[in-house]
């Protein structure tokens, strides 16, 4: 089971062409509880009819319009009577799909731009002059027979049509980001006025649907489920356990990589639940040996995976017959592993399929098609201690992609230590909501220091705390200094061996949130 697909729910159907924001896209349309489901652009037209979506989108993407190898739809997709709405390249696809024509413009227009609104669908309640954001290379010079240009910017005519006996509608923008004030506005505009969408999509909704295809998946097979103590195998936990009780057995492995306190934390809440079905494996030894004197990022997380499977394959064969592994996989772990789209930006562990030697006769990943803010508020519906769902995410590979270089020990004791202090400085400020992802990196770097009228020459920790909806991108959190003040001074005083601590203030992109 990939996914869980709401039942008799309204649903827009985006399909991709690769653009960088086309999981932002569909954030926005769930954000309105409206149900997005992406596929991808060469999905057929009867595949997608077969779905009875209520409107459809092409995002943008990345390739010209104007090359012969350009990324097509099934053209009928524009005769199946509902509405279509293009974003950028989907705009120009829908242009020369129609005979309209598309050129590369004297002035391109990369960034913030002033909207001038005319008549339009799309644009009801929205301001005369608002501000756009602009990223395109192409623009529309001529419309399709029956468009009208409904938008301008200085430098494109045509910034927004629509064909309204068709319902074809597009944007030479981006309604999606937070650059585009109004965005939020348009799409609404679309989902609801033009598509007649009803927001009735709910985190409730999904736990049901998604326990009902639980239970029709497993039947009265057993499924393994990897729990590392993070947000997101923690809520899988809890899922799985509402849907098939008993018929679930969960792994937690203590890799040595762990927060401090995370082992206790985990069979304190799922314990009672679980029972014997919990299983807890101290496998510290058996990670280190294999990471030791390892460096590269990439080759520590495919390690860490890989010895994940390893563990999982050894607890089956000792259990006895389990049938299904499940995983905490979410929207952004798929995207950032690569897409027939996208590129790959990092590995994750629990991304990509299992080996064929492994007794399991397939995956089960409930929360594939959800962002981590979905991941909690289902949390929270299935009843998760709040301290548990909003906790911040730690990733597969643990502490080891928060180390710099090779991984010992001591460095893990560092940067646990570290770690552990800000969590509890964040949490004394009531700031644990406003941090989305918060915590501390050991950099490898040394600098002389002086402690107790000695020098020192010890390492440098980095605090990261960001603030995002989707964790595609994110914004550096602003920390009040006299907390930044309390961080700072309780590492170096607390932690051996630490005498610089200094904050990570750059947003993603262009960084990505973790450092590793």
């Not at 789209?341 to 990509?352: A, D, E, P, Q, R």
């Not at 289902?378 to 710099?404: D, H």
């Not at 020990?409 to 800000?422: A, F, G, P, T």
């Not at 932690?495 to 601590?501: E, L, P, S």
Request: hydrophobic content about 40%.
């Amino acid at each position: 089971m990939k996914s869980s697909v709401p039942i008799n729910r309204d649903i827009i159907i985006l399909l991709d062409f690769g653009a960088q924001y086309s999981q932002l896209i569909a954030r926005r349309i769930r954000a309105a509880h409206v149900y997005c489901e992406i596929l991808p652009y060469n999905t057929s037209a009867a595949v997608i009819a077969a779905k009875k979506p209520c409107g459809i989108i092409f995002s943008g993407g990345p390739a010209s319009v104007l090359d012969l190898n350009s990324p097509r739809c099934d053209e009928s997709v524009l005769d199946l009577g509902v509405p279509v709405m293009g974003i950028c390249y989907g705009m120009q696809l829908i242009t020369v799909m129609l005979g309209g024509k598309v050129v590369v413009p004297d002035q391109r227009e990369y960034g913030k731009a002033v909207l001038s609104v005319g008549q339009g669908l799309l644009f009801e309640n929205i301001d005369k002059q608002t501000t756009a954001w602009m990223s395109h290379t192409l623009q529309v010079d001529q419309m399709p027979s029956g468009f009208r240009a409904c938008a301008a910017t200085p430098h494109c005519n045509t910034a927004a049509f629509e064909n309204q006996e068709r319902r074809l509608f597009g944007v030479q923008f981006h309604p999606e980001v937070t650059h585009t004030p109004q965005g939020h506005q348009i799409i609404h505009n679309f989902i609801f006025k033009i598509c007649g969408c009803n927001g009735d999509w709910l985190m409730s909704s999904f736990a049901q649907t998604a326990i009902e295809s639980i239970k029709q998946e497993v039947g009265d097979k057993r499924v393994l489920l990897g729990l590392s103590g993070g947000v997101d195998s923690s809520v899988v936990a809890a899922l799985l356990h509402k849907a098939i009780g008993e018929q679930l057995t969960a792994v937690f492995v203590d890799h040595g990589l762990l927060r401090q306190y995370e082992r206790e934390e985990v069979e304190s809440v799922f314990r009672p639940r679980l029972r014997e079905n919990l299983i807890v494996i101290d496998a510290s030894k058996r990670f280190m040996d294999k990471l030791r004197d390892v460096s590269d990022p990439e080759t520590k997380r495919k390690i860490i995976g890989s010895e994940f499977i390893e563990v999982f394959r050894d607890t089956a064969l000792s259990v006895g017959q389990l049938d299904f592994l499940a995983q905490g996989t979410i929207y952004p772990d798929v995207v950032e592993s690569g897409s027939a789209t996208g590129m790959v930006i990092k590995s994750h562990h629990n991304v990509g399929g299992l080996p064929k030697d492994l007794p399991f006769c397939g995956v089960i990943e409930p929360l594939r098609l959800l962002f981590k803010d979905e991941v909690r508020e289902l949390g929270t519906e299935l009843g998760l201690p709040e301290e548990m769902v909003w906790r911040p995410p730690f990733p597969g590979p643990g502490l080891a992609i928060r180390i710099i270089g090779d991984i010992t020990e001591e460095k893990l004791r560092i940067v646990r230590e570290s770690d552990y202090v800000l969590r509890q400085e964040i949490a004394n400020s009531g700031l644990g909501r406003s941090a989305s992802q918060y915590f501390t990196v050991l950099t490898g770097l040394r600098s002389v220091g002086v402690m107790g009228d000695e020098r020192s020459y010890d390492y440098t920790i980095a605090v990261r705390a960001v603030s995002t909806d989707d964790f595609m991108t994110a914004d550096w959190l602003r920390l009040p200094y006299d907390i930044l003040d309390k961080i700072s001074r309780r590492i170096v005083n607390e932690v051996r061996n630490v005498n610089r601590v200094v904050y990570d203030i750059t947003s993603k992109p262009p960084a990505s949130i973790e450092w590793e």
